[in-house]
C-alpha cells in the first residue's frame, strides 16, 4: 500500500471509529482559562490540572485577579500540577501582558500567543482550534507517540513533527486528528505498552509486529 493510501485509510478508521466532535479534555468557561489550564498541563495530566483549576478559576476569578496575584501563593494554588514555580510565575505574567499588550482580549496568531510567558506551539495550537476554531496541528504525547508508531514521523521534536504532520494530513483534518488521537491513545495505543491485540488498525501500522 502506498503511503497516500495507507494515511487515508487511518484518516478513515480514524473517522469510523471516534466520529469528530470539539472535545476538550481541560475544563474551562473563559478563554483565558483555557490558556492558563494548558500551561498547567505541561508534564501534567489533564484530570489533575481540572482538579486544580476547579479551585483556582473560583478564587482568581478574572484575568486581572491572577495579573494581580502573589507569586508565591499562585505557586501553592497550582503546586500538585508539578513545576509549580514557573507555571505560576508564566501564569501571573502572560496575563499581565495579555492585558498591557492585548487589551485583555486573547490573540489569535501563533506568533503572537507564543510572546506570552510559558506559550510554546502545543499550547498555541490547543487555544487557535478550541477558541478560534482555526485548523491547527497539537502535538501532545498522544499526537507524538502514536504519530512515531504508525509511521507518520521520524521526528522526536514536538516542533518536528506538527510540521511533518501539517505537510501530509488535509487541512480538514488538523483538528480532528488530535482529538482523535487522544481517544485513540486512552483506549488502545497506550504508553508504554499499547493493546494491540484490540487495535482496529493493525494492518495499518508498521509498529504492530513490534509491538505484540
Known amino acids: 500500500m502506498k503511503k497516500k493510501e495507507r494515511l487515508n485509510a487511518i484518516l478513515a478508521a480514524l473517522d469510523a471509529r471516534y466520529p469528530f466532535e470539539d472535545k476538550c479534555y481541560l475544563n474551562y468557561t473563559q478563554p483565558h482559562e ?6 498547567l498541563s505541561a508534564q501534567c495530566t489533564d484530570d489533575r490540572v481540572n482538579i486544580v483549576t476547579e479551585n483556582l478559576f473560583v478564587k482568581y476569578p478574572t484575568m486581572e485577579a491572577f495579573a494581580n496575584a502573589k507569586q508565591s501563593e499562585m505557586e501553592q494554588d497550582v503546586r500538585q500540577t508539578g513545576f509549580y514555580r514557573n507555571k505560576a510565575k508564566n501564569i501571573i505574567t502572560a496575563m499581565q501582558q495579555l492585558l498591557e499588550h492585548h ?13 506570552l510567558a510559558g506559550v510554546g506551539r502545543k499550547t498555541a495550537n490547543v487555544v487557535r482550534c478550541h477558541i478560534f476554531g482555526l485548523p491547527s496541528v497539537v502535538v501532545d504525547t498522544h499526537v507524538k507517540r502514536i504519530s512515531a508508531r504508525l509511521g507518520l514521523t521520524k521526528n522526536t521534536d514536538p516542533t518536528k513533527i506538527e510540521f511533518d504532520l501539517m505537510k501530509i494530513l488535509p487541512k480538514t483534518h488538523w483538528i480532528r486528528y488530535n482529538h482523535q488521537i487522544i481517544a485513540f ?10 493493546k494491540c491485540g484490540e487495535c482496529f488498525m493493525t494492518e495499518l501500522c508498521p509498529s504492530f509486529d513490534k509491538m505484540s
Do not use: D, F
Not at 103 to 115: C, F, I, K, M, Y
Not at 185 to 194: F, H, L, S
Open 34 to 39: 483555557l490558556l492558563i489550564a494548558t500551561i
Open 185 to 194: 491513545g486512552r483506549e488502545i495505543c497506550k504508553a508504554p505498552r499499547a
Open 103 to 115: 487589551s485583555g482580549v486573547l490573540p489569535s496568531s501563533v506568533e503572537e500567543l507564543t510572546a
